[in-house]
């Protein structure tokens, strides 16, 4: 199977995405929101909905077997210019989504999906995804995926990349951006619980885990770490060859189960 063909796989799963101007959600879907929101964050319903109303869009992830919502991102897509050039930008936040349908490719199907739409908005446009997290699990996204993207472990982030991340975060955060360590101070007003998404008791068995404890020491308190993944060609070959490389492994994991049954 090819790249390409992996990508098209990507959209094919056992649940529903839904892409909603956040103006046109409804009483009940913001009470399902705060629900997902209330299980993984330590929070106020007031703040939570606060901040997902900055947001132009809200994914909903739904289950095909009783529509129930299992995960949830807010979403901006805008143009940059920097340093003479035009880019286009994803924005994402409040990323979440249900363990038992995590490995299922639903968040790389919801970014081809966002790339799709911002290409066709912005046809000439590198694009870029920005993000925060203060979550190893959406740490984990870039090297799981991706070729190219910061921070990583492995080298540090080149000056232009690192000016991009640091422009991009001081008109998003202001003063809680700190560019000498790359995180944004928050409160405390919303952080994850902790079952949510604990490290390890021995993190250095993933090394990417263990960088992201490194960088980002306060990641339990709510300080978040700033990441950018350039949406290029070879990252999209990159996302393609590890989902068909992902679902290859279950397919023969379950053919190895039914051959012990």
Known sequence: MSAPQALTLLIMSSATITVRPTSTLTLTEWTELWRLTDAFYETTRDHA???????????????????????????????????????????????????????LNLIQRLGLRSFLRARARF?????????????????????????????RLDRATPPRE??????????????????????VTRSGLKRLRSHAAPVDENPSKNPHVQFFVDINPGHAGGDMLVCLCPLNSANWFSVAARALHRMIRRRVDRSASSHLI
Do not use: C
């Not at 920097?82 to 936040?93: C, G, K, N, P, Y």
């Not at 046809?123 to 993207?149: C, G, H, M, Q, V």
């Open 49 to 103: 909905e606060a901040k997902l109303g900055q947001h132009r869009h809200i994914a909903l992830f739904r289950s095909d077997d009783d529509g129930a919502l299992i995960g949830m991102a807010a979403i901006d897509v805008y143009p940059v210019r920097f340093e003479a050039r035009e880019l286009a930008v994803i924005f994402t936040s409040h990323v979440l989504l249900d363990e038992r349908y995590r490995g």
């Open 123 to 151: 046809p000439f446009r590198p694009i870029y995804w920005f993000f925060d997290t203060f979550s190893y699990k959406s740490y984990l996204l870039l090297p799981r995926n991706f070729s190219e993207f910061w921070p």
């Open 162 to 183: 690192q000016a991009l991340i640091d422009r991009l975060a001081r008109e998003k955060y202001g003063t809680a951006w700190q560019p000498e360590t790359g995180v």
